[in-house]
């Protein structure tokens, strides 16, 4: 599956933003897909998960600020941001995992900065 993420860019701290991820299949039977980003020098880290059945899974410096979703008729997965501070800068990356096989998306930078 290819995946095409969209809405990183330069928000406030405070502020808000929504990611989405699209994808070139259908997305409801994928087994998980998430959310991960990125600093310079650091490993990439996943921050969300949703599960085909849609559970979720946070990473605890995003829970309860970020949530991910999905909307499986548009082949779309989306993560809100809230409460963003300096720290969430990073390069966000969508990921498909399915039977093994996994797709990640080319990445959408965030920065947060007054």
């Known amino acids: 599956v290819q995946l095409q993420a969209s809405g990183g860019g330069l928000v406030q701290p405070g502020g808000s933003l929504r990611l989405s991820c699209v994808a070139s299949?259908?997305?409801?039977?994928?087994?998980?897909m998430g959310w991960y980003r990125q600093v310079p020098g650091k490993e990439r880290k996943m921050i969300a998960i949703?599960?085909?059945?849609?559970?979720?899974n946070y990473e605890p410096s995003v829970e309860g600020r970020f949530s991910i979703s999905k909307d499986n008729a548009e082949n779309t997965l989306y993560l809100q941001m809230n409460s963003l501070s300096p720290e969430d800068t990073a390069v966000y990356y969508c990921q498909a995992w399915n039977s093994g096989l996994v797709s990640w998306g080319q990445g959408t930078q965030v920065t947060v900065s007054s």
């Open positions: 299949e259908r997305i409801a039977d994928i087994h998980i």
């Open positions: 949703i599960s085909n059945m849609g559970s979720k």
